[in-house]
């Protein structure tokens, strides 16, 4: 009824009436703007050549308008446009031209004056590296990239079971070398007070807390996690038995909740 009401205002001009709906999707934007947007797609995907890889995140507030067709399919748009173009941030990426004159913030703002609700593209990142898989989990609520410094059928099949990895497990980070220090900090702090709760002695609380800190290492690092396909080893041991020197270089995983 928007577009209708839109159209008949621009007496039948069709770039007015879409002008008229982006001047209402700023109005809408700025009312909805401390909205929640919990809602929407995630979408990976890689370039032909397979060493580079985007993932992006748009959202909206409600699960009617993420199962959209228009939604779905301005989401795989954004992520084929990011390939094409080489935009490297997400600011960036909204402002590449999405088609129509408009870039993809302003594709953004006419629909949220077509919709009514709160709509953004929240996230994008890209990995780079020899071989880059993208996974999508069905239902496209959850997805990952990851990037591995090998190349062949056998690298591939590897860094597909890796990218499911990353999506079911949500590592913090590739190793415990790449954990945030204030991550290990909370850690220590948690393990601390749990056994100063289980009334474990104040000059023990320290040891007992760096067991705690390597027990969260092996738990949520990425290539010390058990394998998902056999938890008698690492996933970096499953590469290794691959190829000696292989191993991942980067990862990057986005969820909706």
Not at 4 to 15: I, S
Not at 179 to 201: C, F, N
Not at 217 to 224: D, M, Q
Request: charged share 30%.
């Amino acid at each position: 009824m928007d577009c209708k009401k839109a159209l008949v205002e621009a007496e039948g001009d069709f770039d007015k009436a879409i002008e008229i709906l982006r001047k209402k999707g700023q109005k809408v934007a700025a009312k909805r703007g401390d909205r929640d947007a919990t809602e929407g797609l995630v979408f990976a995907k890689t370039d032909g050549s397979g060493k580079r890889g985007v993932i992006a995140v748009l959202s909206c507030e409600t699960d009617f308008v993420a199962k959209n067709e228009e939604f779905g399919q301005t989401v795989e748009k954004i992520v084929d446009i990011a390939l094409e173009s080489g935009a490297a941030s997400l600011d960036d990426l909204k402002s590449q031209t999405y088609g129509d004159g408009m870039s993809i913030g302003e594709k953004i703002t006419e629909m949220i004056g077509k919709i009514g609700e709160k709509i953004d593209l929240s996230a994008f990142d890209v990995v780079e590296a020899d071989t880059v898989i993208a996974y999508n989990h069905p239902g496209n609520q959850v997805a990952s990239m990851v990037g591995l410094n090998g190349e062949g059928d056998a690298v591939k099949d590897a860094g597909k079971d890796v990218a499911m990895q990353v999506a079911a497990m949500n590592p913090v980070a590739l190793d415990k070398d790449a954990v945030p220090q204030d991550v290990i900090e909370k850690e220590i702090e948690i393990g601390k007070d749990l056994a100063r709760q289980e009334g474990k002695p104040e000059d023990m609380l320290e040891k007992i807390a760096m067991g705690k800190l390597n027990k969260f290492f092996k738990e949520n690092t990425l290539l010390s996690q058990a394998y998902i396909k056999d938890n008698k080893k690492s996933v970096e041991q499953m590469l290794k038995d691959i190829d000696g020197s292989l191993t991942v270089t980067m990862f990057k995983r986005h969820a909706l909740n």
